[in-house]
């Protein structure tokens, strides 16, 4: 009798999943820029970034899905440079209600203002801009990579952890560069650290030769200070400066102790096992933009399974709701800022190696949500966008 009630219950509830099937359909647009000239192609990006991990979570969603008949699809949409970006998204939304997205901040905002993304819901996956965030926010665009002001409170929480309260700067000249470093003033002044002195990088000789005779003597003029910070997020010169410096002071930001999203080292937490995953499917480490795309495609999944719907309303709602929660394998639950679509999500400091340390740290409080020290509070965000909707 038993087994032929297990044998029942079995059949119901595959009939029950059978009968409340959901197909979800997902794109990913990936939108080419030309790369930056830099002084060392020693580490170029992957030619499927992100989209490597956005494969690895429609994966991990469809792994899930066939038990309780979810069907997952991606469709891969890459924009060459000078490309109609806009003409792709609205064939891209055309197909699929979610959109995960790499592209440049002015493109995602223009995405997202088109006619055919007002019932849909998008991911930025790769723009850390702080307006994203704020005045240019988008209620149908979520944030799953960490913003610029995120990444730069992380490393001045572990600043002043360690009492290193004197910091010099030298910042790059692109665009990237100099978000990073107003970023990283603002997370100075914040967290009530002394900024000594800065600096623009101003050379454009090989530093591969001359960089032991160049870099002490450009940076001999800060005097006393406790940590260099660099901002160099093209990966230009920032190589060179470290352990070339006047005074011998570790180099933080951009290179040697750097604060990003996810790094190979980062292991804790059952991180080892979907490092693992994701080697065994694009056969190369997972970067930030990586876990970033896998992130947005997971929570997609996570909101699929829990409300049981495929509208991209009703899983704006939950997404944004208290009740959401992604095991994130970075310690704690993620979720979203009801305010401004942001990610919350510890930020590890890492070198080459190893974990450092990991944001927030001990002693930042919040009087909700600790990851809440990290980037822009609900009383600093001039996002207006998810207040009327």
């Excluded at 988008?138 to 290193?164: E, G, K, Y």
């Excluded at 590890?348 to 002693?363: H, K, M, Q, S, Y």
Aim: aromatic share 8%.
């Amino acid at each position: 009798m038993r087994v032929f009630g297990l044998a029942a219950l079995v059949s119901l509830s595959l009939a029950a999943a059978a009968a409340s099937e959901t197909t979800v359909r997902v794109g990913y647009l990936s939108v080419a820029r030309p790369a930056p000239p830099v002084l060392s192609n020693l580490d170029p990006d992957p030619e499927d970034l992100g989209l490597a991990g956005a494969r690895l979570g429609l994966a991990d969603n469809a792994t899930t899905g066939k038990f309780l008949g979810q069907t997952w699809t991606l469709t891969e949409t890459v924009v060459p440079e000078g490309g109609d970006a806009l003409a792709a998204a609205r064939a891209a939304l055309a197909g699929a209600p979610f959109l995960v997205i790499d592209a440049p901040a002015d493109t995602l905002t223009a995405i997202a203002d088109l006619p055919e993304a007002q019932g849909a819901l998008l991911f930025n996956a790769s723009a850390p801009d702080a307006a994203l965030r704020d005045d240019a926010c988008r209620a149908n665009l979520l944030h799953t990579i960490p913003s610029d002001a995120m990444r730069a409170d992380a490393l001045a929480q572990f600043l002043v952890q360690r009492r290193w309260s004197d910091v010099a700067l030298i910042a790059g000249g692109h665009d990237s560069d100099r978000a990073f470093a107003g970023a990283l003033k603002a997370s100075v002044e914040k967290f009530r650290l002394k900024l000594v002195g800065e600096k623009d990088w101003i050379f454009d000789a090989d530093m591969r030769r001359n960089a032991s005779a160049e870099v002490p003597l450009f940076t001999q003029e800060f005097g006393e200070h406790d940590v260099l910070l660099i901002a160099d997020e093209i990966g230009d010169f920032g190589r060179y400066v470290v352990y070339n410096t006047w005074l011998p002071r570790p180099v933080a930001g951009s290179e040697e102790l750097v604060p990003q999203a996810w790094a190979p080292v980062v292991e804790q937490w059952g991180a080892a096992q979907l490092q693992s995953r994701f080697e065994d499917l694009a056969h190369r480490d997972m970067t930030s933009g990586d876990y970033a795309t896998w992130a947005a495609i997971r929570t997609l999944g996570e909101a699929v399974t829990r409300t049981g719907s495929g509208e991209a309303g009703v899983l704006r709602d939950y997404i944004l709701s208290d009740a959401f929660e992604l095991a994130g394998f970075k310690g704690r639950p993620l979720s979203f800022r009801p305010w401004n679509g942001q990610l919350r999500q510890p930020i590890p400091i890492v070198t080459d190696r190893a974990v450092v340390a990991t944001a927030p740290l001990e002693g930042f409080f919040h009087q909700g949500n600790e990851l809440d020290t990290l980037g822009r509070d609900a009383p600093e965000s001039a996002c207006r966008a998810f207040e009327e909707n």
